[in-house]
């Protein structure tokens, strides 16, 4: 079965820090990589992909993957209360119709 | 661009009754559509998903069915709705692997 593991959090960083969130997958043979953001009562939107090893930057977010380890992170720069969601990662399988999420890992940025 | 229409945002209904949630997509064709469900405080639970038009694939046994009766359309329904059938309910769609899942809005579904 394939699975993508996140700690569930919260995790508590402080306005302005750097927010490390991570995810683990178990099919070796996954290909595309996301990250989503989703606040209280609304649906998640997709904020990052990845689909090769190394970091992928795009403004105050950096996802970073290592498919030999089968991890994949989301770094957040300069974080802001705004930032406070719960995120998910998610994770393709080879032929690319399916994808399965994690749990998710609420984020909260206190001011 | 691309949209997807998901329509009630909010529904309260009574045990036993019927239902049925709807989702459109605009701007593309032949997409990968998907219901999900989120229990409150949970992660996500795929439900259904259909890669064309009368093609319907079922994760989770349930009370729930689904249909595709057009390429853009995707429908949600139960005869008689359970307390556990409670939750937020998301579809979604998607063309390809390099680009994942766009959700629509969401319906927050309360069975009384």
């Known amino acids: 079965q394939k699975e993508v593991e996140q700690n569930s959090g919260p995790l508590s960083v402080p306005e302005g820090a750097i927010a490390s969130l991570n995810c683990t997958y178990s099919d070796r043979v996954s290909q595309s990589f996301f990250w989503y953001r989703q606040y209280s009562g609304k649906s998640p939107e997709l904020i990052m992909s990845?689909?090769?090893?190394g970091d992928k930057e795009d403004g105050r977010f950096t996802a970073q993957l290592n498919k030999a380890s089968q991890y994949v992170s989301l770094l957040i720069r300069d974080s802001q209360p705004s930032d406070s969601a719960t995120y998910l990662c998610?994770?393709?399988?080879?032929?690319?119709?399916?994808?399965?999420f994690g749990g998710g890992t609420r984020l909260m940025v206190k001011p | 661009s691309q949209t997807i229409h998901q329509w009630p945002a909010t529904l309260v209904q009574p045990v036993g009754s019927p239902l049925s949630l709807e989702c459109t997509v605009e701007?593309?064709?032949?997409?990968?559509l998907y219901w999900y469900r989120q229990a409150a405080g949970r992660g996500l639970q795929l439900l259904f998903y259909s890669v064309g038009i009368g093609q319907i694939s079922s994760e989770v046994p349930q009370n729930l069915s689904a249909s595709r009766p057009q390429d853009r359309q995707f429908i949600l329904s139960s005869k008689k709705l359970l307390l556990s059938d409670s939750g937020f309910y998301l579809c979604a769609w998607s063309v390809g692997r390099a680009y994942g899942y766009t959700f629509g809005s969401g319906t927050r579904l309360t069975v009384v």
């Open positions: 990845i689909y090769s090893n």
């Open positions: 998610a994770v393709t399988d080879n032929a690319g119709n399916m994808l399965t």
């Open positions: 701007g593309t064709s032949n997409p990968n």
